[in-house]
């Protein structure tokens, strides 16, 4: 029985990574600036998961990354927490910094979040022209690929083995040697592939979501 035709991307420093798997479960990696670009490219897709926020609240935390920072765990660090919306569409840092303490609770957000408010913005109208996106965590999906908390960082020894060896046990395999995507960071090779593991769960109706019981096309909502 063949499997649908998914994609899962990460973003890197350099642009995004994306892993196509097949029909045949088999791993495709393309990198490109752009993630338009490689979403246009993976047209035969049927789900593409992409690691970033998809629906910005409008203060306070999101519920999704409140439950993904219980689900994970010790790596709760890892999982973003979603400035509210004004806050991203300031047109400073300082400007943002002047919102933000009366949307949450007194508090700033940091240089690392502002950095990232333009690809924020940019994800979220890619989603809102494009159902087939949504939105996953690496750290999450790992957590439920391998039915554990994990203890160790993606980027050590011990956590890229763990990752790697999670994927494989789910039939998607990394080779040793990638035509694509050779020079991208380990740790956002795994994160590509964990995203489209999520990927397939949700073409088939088996994905889980933070919150529970979210609904195919609600956003704010984290897919594992």
């Known amino acids: 029985m063949s499997e649908p035709i998914v994609l899962g ?12 798997v097949d029909a045949s479960g ?18 035969a897709a049927v789900c593409v998961a992409v690691d970033m926020p998809i629906g910005l609240p409008e ?13 994970v765990g010790p790596r709760w660090s890892s999982v973003f927490m979603t400035p509210p919306r004004a806050v991203l569409k300031a047109t400073s840092f300082e400007e943002a910094n002047k919102v933000a303490p009366t949307l ?15 690809t924020i913005l940019d994800v979220g109208t890619a989603a809102d022209q494009d159902q087939r996106i949504i939105e996953v965590h690496p750290e999450v999906s790992f957590r439920a ?8 960082s993606k980027h050590s020894w011990n956590g890229t083995t763990t990752r790697r060896r999670a994927l494989a046990d789910q039939g998607l395999v ?12 380990a740790a956002d090779v795994l994160d590509a592939l964990a995203a489209a593991w999520t990927a397939r769960r949700f073409a088939v109706g088996k994905a889980s979501a933070l919150p529970a019981g979210a609904e195919r096309g609600q956003r704010s909502v984290i897919w594992y």
């Open 9 to 20: 991307v990460d973003r890197y420093a350099r642009g995004w990574i994306g892993a196509l």
């Open 26 to 43: 088999s791993v495709t990696f393309r990198v490109d600036r752009l993630l338009g670009a490689l979403v246009e490219d993976a047209n």
């Open 59 to 71: 203060s306070g935390p999101r519920e999704a990354d409140v439950k993904a920072r219980a689900f």
């Open 104 to 118: 949450l609770d007194g508090k700033k957000i940091s240089q690392q979040a502002w950095a990232l408010r333009t």
């Open 145 to 152: 690929m391998v039915g554990h908390p994990i203890t160790f």
């Open 174 to 185: 990394i080779p040793d040697v990638l035509d694509h995507g050779g020079d991208v960071p």
